[in-house]
């Protein structure tokens, strides 16, 4: 039996003592409110028994078919928990609200408070174990417990009310038994929620955690820039797929020693990052890189990067091509006005359109020779841009598909503004 699995079955028995103890109680006792409290545990002794089911499952290791090994299977054991606990909720309420009125015995207050301790004492135990083993599993469970010390704490002041010979203080155990039954619903709703989300790759946002990653790739004197991180929680594991720059004169056996020294150092820091991917990027200094109005020495590269451009999005036949590139020759000048060329080392190495509107600069697209792209310098540039335009806000398109573009946007302060069936327009104020 594995540590999560431990705590899961310190969990199970807990919550069997607990249920016992309540439905005797409620039933000697006339509570309604406490029996529906016991139904809760006893959907906390349901969610335990799939949990260390679900740990054990998603500990298997990698086959053929699961390279990834089977740590989803923790995701959907939480969806079938979140399941449950709606349900039984649903149940709850249902039942409350068709029920006679009864007076609950006063002595049930001591069955309360204990269990209100005991619940109290699991609830931070579970939650925290949840945490230190980085087990989706443990936290649902624990704050499952944790709602069903709320309950716990509903049930004794309803007790408390009925106690008072009132026409409306009457009704008290069965409001409490309502509440109860929403809060039972509402923690099955934000679990399935939770782990829907997982399901499907969502990523690590613990940015204590990402950046004891960063501190160990930047250690590495052969790295110069992280273009990218992104996490993702497989189960008990984590799959870290990152993009470095590094020299471009560096041979194909150094690159293989970096990618290798730097995987070892992080799975030596955190053996819960089982899978990880390396891409390395060629780094460019771009202190030397300039951009310009265009002159008439820039024709022939211009219109070969538009054709270029405008063949990859609109799939021109030969003619089409043709009289395209006629026209651009005809309107040269006045075609490719707001457009700047981008020059490194004396070199054109791309060009870009940016033009002031009525209030704010539009960025309508940036072009870069092959050898230059996938390697960050357009998001340099943009960056670039945002320093030199700092009196006024700038818009842009970006494809909703381009998810790697959104998200860098969306770090430098980009928001979406409006979109196409395609394409989103993305903003970036500055601050007045």
């Not at 590269?301 to 990859?312: G, H, N, R, S, Y």
């Amino acid at each position: 039996m594995n540590k999560s699995s431990k705590v899961m079955f310190i969990s199970l028995i807990t919550n069997a003592l607990l249920v016992v103890i309540k439905i005797i109680g409620g039933l000697i006792g006339n509570s309604g409110a406490l029996i529906v409290d016991a139904i809760h545990s006893i959907s906390d002794l349901a969610t335990d028994l799939f949990s260390i089911v679900g740990i054990k499952l998603s500990s298997k290791p990698a086959d053929k078919k699961h390279p990834y090994g089977h740590g989803r299977l923790e995701y959907l054991t939480s969806i079938g928990i979140g399941l449950i606990i709606g349900i039984v909720g649903i149940y709850v309420i249902y039942n409350s609200v068709n029920r006679k009125v009864v007076i609950p015995e006063i002595f049930i207050l001591y069955v309360l408070v204990f269990d209100i301790i005991v619940k109290f004492l699991l609830s931070r135990y579970i939650i925290r174990k949840g945490k230190e083993y980085k087990n989706n599993i443990l936290i649902s469970s624990g704050h499952e417990s944790k709602m069903d010390v709320l309950s716990t704490a509903i049930v004794i002041i309803s007790t408390i009310l009925v106690q008072f010979d009132n026409e409306i203080l009457k009704y008290a155990d069965i409001a409490a038994s309502v509440i109860i039954g929403i809060f039972i619903v509402r923690v099955g709703y934000n679990i399935l929620k939770d782990n829907i989300s997982i399901i499907l790759d969502e990523e690590e946002t613990d940015k204590l955690f990402i950046d004891e990653i960063k501190k160990i790739i930047i250690n590495d004197k052969q790295v110069k820039e992280i273009d990218g991180i992104v996490m993702v929680k497989i189960g008990p594991y984590y799959r870290l797929n990152t993009e470095l720059s590094v020299d471009p004169e560096i041979s194909l056996l150094e690159a293989h020693n970096i990618i290798h020294k730097i995987e070892t150092e992080i799975k030596r820091y955190d053996s819960s990052i089982e899978y990880v991917n390396i891409h390395l990027n060629p780094y460019i200094d771009l202190t030397d890189c300039i951009i310009r109005k265009i002159n008439k020495k820039d024709k022939d590269f211009i219109i070969k990067a538009q054709k270029e451009i405008v063949t990859d999005n609109n799939n021109l036949n030969k003619l089409e091509l043709e009289e395209l590139e006629e026209y651009l020759n005809k309107e040269f000048i006045e075609y490719f006005d707001d457009y700047k060329i981008i020059e490194k080392d004396n070199e054109i190495i791309g060009m870009m359109c940016y033009y002031l509107g009525e209030d704010t600069y539009n960025l309508s697209s940036i072009y870069l020779r092959y050898r230059y792209r996938g390697i960050g310098i357009g998001y340099d540039l943009v960056k670039r841009i945002i320093d030199e335009c700092n009196d006024k806000d700038i818009k842009l398109w970006v494809y909703k598909n381009n998810t790697k573009a959104i998200k860098f946007y969306s770090s430098i302060n980009f928001k979406i503004d409006s979109e196409t069936k395609d394409r989103y327009q993305m903003i970036y104020k500055h601050s007045k």
